[in-house]
């Protein structure tokens, strides 16, 4: 095998736009906090939970005696952020802190604006500064400050009334997303307008696109195979559904498809004919988007389009001739 | 030797599109406080709680195990993720089943779940990669080639898919658990319905829902002393196989084949469909009904068509082998707790706890999960005999 193959490597963010179902208990928590209240719930020893949970952690009986909390406590721990992330609530140096709110036993995690580390202490006496716009959100507390600190009481009047039920959680995750060793000489091969799988030297059958193994005999592969541009359809689905942010109109026909001398299917449009002409054993070729936009995609195959050949007999399609290749 | 094991408590939440009022913890929750009732236990009588959902993507919370342990009291309790896509239902009965087997715990609850209204289930699924093209168009875009494929070597008729989307609506209409309730609906109507993913249309394929289910496991000394009838548990199977591979048979997997020639060998079934008295089996597309009719072994390869087309497993058509007297996946997809609903009513139908789709006398019922490019496999048998 070449030692050629560049590494590959993408920055990939995968997104999701969550929402979450609050249930009673942490909806009457946010709903509280947007009216600048605190409120705990009392377990089933008769301490009070803050923030409240909805089963107690020790019995695990369901909680529903909420409890009035005052908005100002005792630091019972806390770890110094000199270095503010993104995603962080400051964008200056803070700490996060547990803090056993006056009225409750159960430390609540939230962050502290103090200066530098020297103001913050173990048992220091702090207050929560509310956010100037409440929405039912924990960020409702715009952090705790010491307890002395002045703070304007500029707030903006809440006027939603209904309960706080739901809220939007989406997530994002940043990967460095990197090809494996088979995958890039695959990529670099298709940058040069070529179809490169690999033959597992144990079957013989011809992977593509190579997976650097094969899965039924559990053995690397490397002998490299060049294949052509022609492929017979294995099967087809019609698909009526759009994909997101993708610019193909449905319905739009998606195939499992075996290149002449492959013996394992990819998925690929199929295009320049009828939809309802689409068959098993169909004969197809690539259809290559112009050599300057080629990259280290399959994209750089457009779609494939039927050709002039009769239809492959299915039993044969996909598989091993007799004795091999 | 195995000890013997059995079902002796079931509950199930009302599976629908959103359950809005309650959180992940509240959902789970309201689906072992069932079980536990029904086996007239408490939080104190259980030794260890076995979770399964299926991948953390659809609700974007990662490890809710961890957050889950208040809601399911496992204070001081060993509790145990299970992780196998679809299937992971079925498997996640089956790990708790075989601790009860093993001797390690006497008495297990077993949870799983799924909130698919947070999230968008089909994308979850299907979301871009770098470096591969983004042609995945969820589940059924996966599928539907296969379903193509068995089309095509069965000659079934174009109908036989619309045949099982009606006959689960009608079952799961006798269902008051199940999510969709259409007791009108007609094969025109199915027929008529959006195709997504040709041969799929709309009504052929299963709804998202937000729901949870929840087993008793108990050891026979427990099992017996309990005041319901306890679902025997007879057999039990897992088996797996990689999603691609050269020469992989895709429309009757091997994987499949050998968890029910397993399970059966266990149960002491030699002809499933006179042995068994009816059967949950993870049908998430209608096509797959006679596909794993063959798969199954209760229809000769190429006939599992005729089967369903007879009315053979209708409950409705007094057919001899019904198939998903629930409504099955068709009626009712959390994802995560799909397989061991499966699971859970099989269990139900041989405790004779079925309600209006009880199966009259079923003894022997089979429950059946598959997951991933349908490569996980679980399945079990239960009985209301011991032997
Ligand atoms: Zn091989």
């Known amino acids: ?325 | 030797m195995a000890q013997l094991a059995a079902v002796v408590g079931v509950g199930q939440t009302k599976y629908k599109t959103k359950r809005g009022d309650v959180s992940i913890a509240g959902l789970v929750r309201e689906a072992a406080q069932n079980a536990l009732n029904d086996a007239q236990l408490t939080w104190d009588d259980i030794d260890a709680v076995i979770l399964g959902k299926a991948p953390d993507m659809f609700e974007g919370v990662i490890m809710p195990e961890l957050y889950l342990t208040d809601a399911l009291g496992c204070n001081g309790k060993p509790m145990l993720r299970v992780h196998t896509a679809g299937s992971v239902g079925g498997s996640t009965a089956i790990v708790a089943a075989s601790y009860v087997q093993s001797g390690v715990f006497k008495r297990i609850l077993t949870v799983s779940f799924e909130k698919q209204s947070e999230s968008n289930a089909m994308w979850a699924l299907s979301n871009p990669q770098p470096f591969s093209p983004h042609l995945n168009a969820g589940a059924g875009g996966y599928f539907a080639p296969i379903i193509r494929e068995y089309m095509r070597r069965s000659n079934a008729p174009y109908d036989a898919g619309i045949k099982v989307a009606v006959k689960d609506r009608l079952h799961g209409a006798k269902n008051p658990l199940a999510h969709l309730q259409l007791p009108e609906i007609t094969m025109k109507e199915v027929e008529d319905s959006p195709m997504l993913w040709e041969p799929l249309r709309f009504l052929e394929a299963c709804p998202s829902s937000d729901g949870a289910c929840a087993m008793v496991i108990a050891n026979e000394d427990l099992a017996e002393q309990s005041p319901g009838k306890p679902a025997w548990i007879r057999g039990a199977a897992m088996r797996s196989e990689p999603t691609m591979y050269a020469g992989r048979e895709q429309v009757n997997p091997q994987a499949g084949r050998d968890c029910a020639k397993d399970v059966y060998k266990q149960a002491g079934i030699d002809n499933p469909r006179k042995d068994l008295d009816c059967a949950e089996v993870y049908v998430p597309f209608s096509w797959y009904e006679p596909m794993w009719l063959e798969n199954l072994g209760f229809a000769e390869d190429g006939k599992g068509w005729e089967l369903t087309m007879s009315g053979a497993t209708s409950l409705l058509e007094g057919g001899d082998i019904p198939w998903n007297c629930s409504g099955g996946v068709l009626s009712s997809n959390p994802i995560g707790a799909s397989g061991m609903i499966r699971f859970a009513e099989a269990a139900q139908q041989v405790r004779g706890e079925a309600g209006d789709h009880q199966v009259d006398g079923a003894k022997t019922a089979l429950g059946h999960a598959y997951g991933g490019g349908a490569q996980f496999y679980s399945m079990w048998v239960v009985s209301s005999e011991k032997h």
């Open chain 1, 1 to 325: 095998m070449s030692s050629s193959a560049e590494i590959l490597s993408q920055a990939f963010t995968l997104g999701y736009t969550y929402t979450r179902s609050t249930g009673p208990i942490v909806g009457q928590f946010l709903t509280a906090l947007r009216d600048r209240k605190m409120v705990g719930i009392k377990g089933s020893d008769g301490k009070v939970l803050m923030p409240p949970v909805e089963f107690d952690p020790v019995s695990a009986q369901a909680l529903s005696d909420f409890v009035d909390v005052a908005d100002c406590g005792v630091v019972q721990t806390w770890s110094w952020v000199s270095e503010p992330r993104k995603a962080h609530p400051s964008d200056k140096p803070f700490a996060w802190a547990l803090i056993k709110l006056d009225g409750a036993d159960t430390p609540m995690l939230h962050w502290v604006d103090a200066d530098d580390a020297a103001q913050m202490s173990t048992g220091m006496r702090v207050k929560a500064r509310w956010a100037e716009k409440t929405q039912g959100l924990i960020s409702d507390i715009n952090g705790f400050v010491p307890e002395a600190t002045a703070l304007s009481e500029d707030y903006q009047a809440n006027e939603a009334e209904e309960p706080i039920t739901g809220i939007d959680s989406p997530s994002y995750l940043t990967y460095n997303f990197t090809a494996g060793g088979a995958t890039a000489r695959y990529l670099a091969e298709l940058k040069k307008g070529k179809l490169v799988g690999q033959r597992c030297p144990s079957c013989e059958n011809v992977y593509i696109p190579p997976r650097g193994s094969c899965a039924a005999c559990g053995v690397a592969t490397t002998d490299e195979v060049e294949l052509t541009n022609k492929a017979t359809v294995e099967s087809f689905t019609i698909v009526y559904i759009p994909i997101p942010n993708n610019p193909i109109k449905p319905p739009y026909v998606i195939a499992n498809l075996v290149l002449d001398g492959a013996n394992i299917s990819f998925l690929h449009l199929l295009s320049e004919c009828k939809n309802e002409d689409v068959r098993i054993g169909m004969r197809v070729e690539a259809v290559w988007k112009p050599e300057e936009e080629w990259g280290y995609a399959m994209e750089n195959i457009q779609y494939f389009k039927p050709i002039d050949e009769p239809d492959v007999p299915v039993e044969e399609i996909g598989k091993l001739k007799k004795g091999g290749r």
